[in-house]
């Protein structure tokens, strides 16, 4: 049983609070926007949960408004997997993590961030999009992908290819490992057992079906859709 909770932005709702008791969940999967800063949203999270979870999992990826700082992204990141083995957690950034029995059966949650790559309505629309975002888009002004180097469209574009690619192939190692097919030196994901299953968790949409036909934000410019 998952609890899945994301973009509770509580730098703007800070009298958000986590239910009392919680509900009733296995592993929980945090799939990012909790609090501008990654180190404030772990935080943020543990004093929310306060131990109430016990030994359960806690699974969390990184939204956008997590890399908002003065710290290049992947600085950033390195500290918060730190913090969040610190505080007993899971910071997934192209990674997997397997949970269950050692014998088999388990689950095998394979995390990423996944960029857009912009293309929401198609990849001219996608052309666009991306200019639209290099002008409008708040992730440019408040990332950094290295000192003195902004984040940009195009470095979204890049890292979601990467993070694609990693789902996709950590996915099919898991399937021909599940099968029982031998497990061979270089998998990306080396603990499957035969009868694992998989569960993505992403910040960004993986597809249109994710977002609402009604949502408002089909009425803005063309960038804005494909930015979620």
């Known amino acids: 049983r998952f609890w899945i909770m994301s973009d509770m932005v509580v730098d703007r709702h800070p009298e958000f609070r986590?239910?009392?008791?919680?509900?009733?969940?296995d592993v929980l999967l945090v799939a990012g926007g909790v609090a501008i800063g990654l180190e404030a949203a772990l935080r943020w999270l543990a004093q929310a949960l306060d131990g109430r979870?016990?030994?359960?999992?806690?699974?969390?990826?990184?939204?956008?408004?997590?890399l908002w700082s003065g710290t290049p992204m992947v600085e950033a990141v390195a500290r918060g997997r730190e913090l969040a083995r610190e505080l007993g957690f899971h910071l997934l950034a192209d990674e997997a993590v397997r949970l269950g029995p050692p014998t088999g059966d388990g689950i095998?949650?394979?995390?990423?961030?996944?960029?857009?790559?912009?293309?929401?309505?198609?990849?001219f629309e996608g052309r666009l999009a991306r200019a639209g975002a290099r002008h409008s888009w708040a992730d440019c002004r408040r990332i950094l992908l290295r000192r003195g180097r902004p984040w940009s469209p195009l470095d979204a574009l890049g890292a979601h290819a990467r993070s694609r690619g990693y789902i996709e192939d950590a996915l099919a190692g898991i399937v021909c490992r599940s099968l029982g097919f031998a497990r061979v030196p270089s998998t990306l994901v080396p603990d499957v057992r035969p009868g694992d299953r998989a569960v993505v968790l992403t910040?960004?949409?993986?597809?249109?079906?994710?977002?609402?036909?009604?949502?408002?934000?089909?009425l803005g410019e063309a960038w804005l859709a494909a930015s979620h």
């Open 108 to 123: 095998v949650v394979v995390g990423a961030t996944l960029w857009t790559d912009w293309c929401l309505e198609g990849r």
């Open 18 to 25: 986590l239910p009392d008791p919680l509900p009733e969940f």
């Open 53 to 66: 979870q016990g030994d359960r999992p806690v699974l969390m990826v990184a939204g956008s408004t997590e």
């Open 203 to 218: 910040h960004f949409a993986p597809s249109r079906r994710s977002l609402p036909e009604k949502w408002p934000g089909w």
